[in-house]
Each structure stands twice: as C-alpha cells, then as structure tokens.
C-alpha cells in the first residue's frame, strides 16, 4: 500500500515563498515519475508539476517559473520550491504518481496565501 506524507504548508503573504516536501512509503519513487497535486476549495484537483524518473519535469502554466520541483538524494522524497506565491496558489498541496495518480492519497499539506 502507498504512504504519501505532505509537509511544509503554511500561511505566507504574496511574493512569499514556501518549500514543500513529500516522503513514501516503499519505493514508488524509483519506479515512477511524481508529481505535486492541488485543491483549491470548491475545485478540482489539478496537477501543478510533474517529474519523471529521469528528471524531466513539466508544469502547470500558472506555476512555471515560479514553481520547481525536485527529487531529494533520498530516493523517497521530492520537493516543490514555491516562490512568488499569489493568493490564487491557495490550496490543499498533495503529492502522488505521475501523470496517473494512485487511488491513495496522503492528508495533503495547506497552503494559504494572503493578498
């Protein structure tokens, strides 16, 4: 069974920054590409970047080259760097496979940005 654990959300004013982090449970990281999810209240879930097991990455048009996200040295964790945060980046943040999620999914971290 997959274990997602999402870290690092917190409260921070626009133009802020934020680094959220993600761990697994056994080794879904080295065998498939991840990626960051986010649901803003009374929206869909939506993808906002992705990277696969060679370190390509892709993101969502609202988030590129503000968002970077990357695998940590442990072969468990991946990272989302936020910067220039803008109160629509408001959303519980989750992290899963890519570009197809499993059915699991970890408790998600908030982000709340204020204007």
């Known amino acids: 069974q997959v274990q997602l654990v999402e870290s690092g959300g917190g409260l921070v004013q626009a133009g802020g920054s934020l680094r959220l982090s993600c761990t697994a449970a056994?080794?879904?990281?080295?065998?498939?590409?991840m990626g960051w999810y986010r649901q803003a209240p009374g929206k869909q879930r939506e993808l906002v970047a992705g990277?696969?097991?060679?370190?390509?990455?892709n993101y969502a048009e609202s988030v590129k080259g503000r968002f970077t996200i990357s695998r940590g040295s442990a072969k468990n964790t991946m990272y989302l760097q936020m910067t220039s945060l803008k109160p629509e980046d408001t959303a519980v943040y989750y992290c899963?496979?890519?570009?197809?999620?499993?059915?699991?999914w970890g408790q998600g971290t908030q982000v709340t940005v204020s204007s």
């Open positions: 990277i696969t097991r060679g370190g390509s990455t």
């Open positions: 899963n496979a890519f570009p197809v999620p499993y059915d699991s």
């Open positions: 056994g080794t879904i990281f080295s065998i498939n590409a």
